[in-house]
C-alpha cells in the first residue's frame, strides 16, 4: 500500500473514530477514575517504525502503587473494570490518538516491549519496517494463543503482503471480535507463548494481552 495513502487513511479513520468514539472514551476515563483512582491512562515507551520509541497509550486496567507489589501476579492485578474493558478491547481506545499523531497505523505489527529489540532475529526486526498497529495480522489469527515465533513470522508477512484490502479483511474480523467481546484471554502469562524466550522472567507489566 502507498504510505501517503495509508497515512491518510489511518489519519481520516482516526480523527472520525476520536469523534464518534468520545462520549465512550469520557465515560471510561470517569469510571476509571471512580473505581480505581488515578491515573486513567497506562503509557508505556513502545518501539515503532524502524524501532524508534514512542509513548504508547491504553486506559489502566490494573492496580499501582502498593497494591501493585511485585509479587502479584498480572491476574490478581487486574480489576473488575479492567477485566470489562479488556473484553471489549475499550482499553485500546487511547491508542486512536497515537493513529493521529503518526506514531501507529490502524493495522500493522502490534508495539511489543522495547527489551526485545536486541532478542529479534534480522528476520523478525523486519517487523519495524512499518509502523505498529493497534491490530495486525496475528490479531485476527490467534492473537494470544499463537507463539511468539509465529507471531513475529505472521508480522513479516504482513509487510511482505501489505496492501488496503488486506488492511480490510483484518479490520473486518476485529471489529466483529469486539463487538462480541471474544479473542481477549486477561490476565494470561505470557511466558504461555513465548518459545523464544523474550520476556524477562518474572516481570508485571500491563502488557499480556497485546
Sequence with gaps: MNALCKRALDFIAAAFGIA???PVMLVTALIIR???GAPIFFRQVRPGYRARSFMMLKFRTMTVGDTAATH???VERL???GLFLR???LDELPQLWNVLKGEMSLV???PLLMEYLGRYTPEQ???HNVKPGITGWAQVH????VLFSRRLAMDVWYVDHQSFWLDLKILWPTLTRILRGRGVRSGQDVREVDDLGLHPAGRNQENTHD
Design 20 to 22: 464518534i468514539l468520545s
Design 34 to 36: 471512580w473505581k480505581m
Design 72 to 74: 502479584l501476579s498480572d
Design 79 to 81: 480489576t473488575p473494570v
Design 87 to 89: 473484553r471489549f478491547s
Design 108 to 110: 500493522g505489527p502490534r
Design 125 to 127: 526486526s523486519r517487523r
Design 142 to 145: 490467534g492473537r494470544q494463543d
